[in-house]
């Protein structure tokens, strides 16, 4: 049969190999722009994918758990009720959505599951008080 070290290498090679397969099969999508997504809208519909852009000022409606993003010439419909999310979901704050594109009555709505949001820049200017 084959001496040790040559099985102990097989083995190396038969798990290398396995893990890449497993890395190249499961690579996550990219994250695409508002912009990208609606350019093409039916390309993306009942797909999982990610998308990041800014929430519109004043259109986080939390009692029904939706908001607008938008991008540089789109905006698009975020339902966030069954979404995990990350502290600070504030107005004009950059947020990655994980979830899945659906059309519904009429309007493109992105059902997220997942919500990250940017971390405010130490850099922004502070309110102050009077």
């Given at each position: 049969?084959?001496?040790?070290?040559?099985?102990?290498?097989?083995?190396?090679?038969?798990?290398?190999?396995?893990?890449?397969?497993?890395?190249?099969?499961?690579?996550?999508?990219?994250?695409?722009?508002?912009?990208?997504?609606?350019?093409?809208?039916?390309?993306f519909l009942e797909r999982e994918i990610a998308v990041r852009g800014e929430i519109v000022g004043g259109s986080?409606?939390?009692?029904?758990?939706?908001?607008?993003?938008?991008?540089?010439?789109?905006?698009?419909?975020?339902?966030?009720?069954?979404?995990?999310?990350?502290?600070?979901?504030?107005?004009?704050?950059?947020?990655?959505?994980?979830?899945?594109?659906?059309?519904?009555?009429?309007?493109?709505?992105?059902?997220?599951?997942?919500?990250?949001?940017?971390?405010?820049?130490?850099?922004?200017?502070?309110?102050q008080s009077a």
């Amino acid at each position: 049969m084959f001496s040790r070290r040559t099985r102990i290498l097989l083995l190396g090679a038969a798990i290398t190999v396995g893990l890449l397969g497993v890395i190249l099969i499961e690579a996550p999508e990219p994250t695409r722009t508002v912009d990208e997504v609606m350019s093409e809208p039916s390309e993306f519909l009942e797909r999982e994918i990610a998308v990041r852009g800014e929430i519109v000022g004043g259109s986080i409606n939390s009692t029904v758990h939706e908001f607008h993003l938008h991008g540089s010439s789109h905006d698009l419909l975020i339902d966030y009720i069954d979404a995990s999310v990350s502290n600070g979901l504030d107005d004009n704050r950059t947020v990655y959505a994980q979830g899945v594109l659906r059309y519904i009555d009429g309007e493109y709505v992105f059902e997220a599951q997942i919500i990250k949001t940017s971390c405010p820049s130490k850099y922004e200017e502070e309110t102050q008080s009077a």
